[in-house]
């Protein structure tokens, strides 16, 4: 049974800085493209990062340059450094596996909050 648990979430200022942790369960994390995201109060939920089991990463045009995903596959880990840090950026982030070890399955945390206001 997978679990994915989000931490690192708090309220910060404008400019400010934040590192999102999700921690993984199981034995195919290895084998697992990862995800983050994130939903405000009232809106869609929208893709942030994503990065494959080998590394490569794709961003949301909105945090290209000040947002990067990363992962360490021995310590069954995922995370998101969030840098200049913009008000719009407050919600509610997700980990996410889209298709765990390839089974064919989806998992999804529960969510950290993230509040950037002066």
């Known amino acids: 049974q997978v679990q994915l648990v989000e931490s690192g979430g708090g309220l910060v200022q404008p400019g400010g800085s934040l590192r999102l942790s999700c921690a993984a369960s199981?034995?195919?994390?290895?084998?697992?493209?990862m995800g983050w995201h994130r939903q405000a109060p009232g809106e869609q939920r929208e893709l942030v990062a994503t990065i494959t089991n080998d590394g490569n990463t794709n961003y949301a045009d909105s945090v290209k340059g000040r947002f990067t995903i990363s992962r360490d596959n021995a310590k069954n880990m995922m995370y998101l450094q969030m840098n200049s840090l913009k008000p719009e950026d407050t919600a509610v982030y997700y980990c996410?596996?889209?298709?765990?070890?390839?089974?064919?399955?989806?998992?999804w945390g529960k969510g950290t909050l993230v509040t950037v206001s002066s």
């Open positions: 199981g034995n195919r994390f290895k084998y697992s493209t």
């Open positions: 996410n596996a889209p298709n765990w070890g390839l089974l064919g399955v989806e998992y």
